[in-house]
């Protein structure tokens, strides 16, 4: 069996250093499609969508919610492998 192929969600630069992981739409092993909304992001007057990189499944979550962030951090993995996308 080939090894997963794993794709960062990263935060993006939202000119703001204050940023606070709010929301998770999806959870470990769920499937998303590119562009499509897997966790939300507070800061100073406005929440912001974070959308998937890639078609794949949710391999892991790197930070829980409440947590603080920064631009650059990495919210979680994709597995983008042809094992994790077969069941699309």
Sequence with gaps: MAPPVLVPIVVPDLG?????????????????YAGERVAEILIPGATVDIPAPADGVLAQQCYSVQQKLQT?????????????????
């Design 16 to 32: 703001t250093p204050q940023m606070v992981l709010s929301v998770w739409y999806v959870r470990p092993g769920e499937i998303v």
């Design 72 to 88: 650059g951090n990495i919210l979680g993995y994709l597995d983008v492998s042809s094992a994790a996308t077969s069941s699309f």
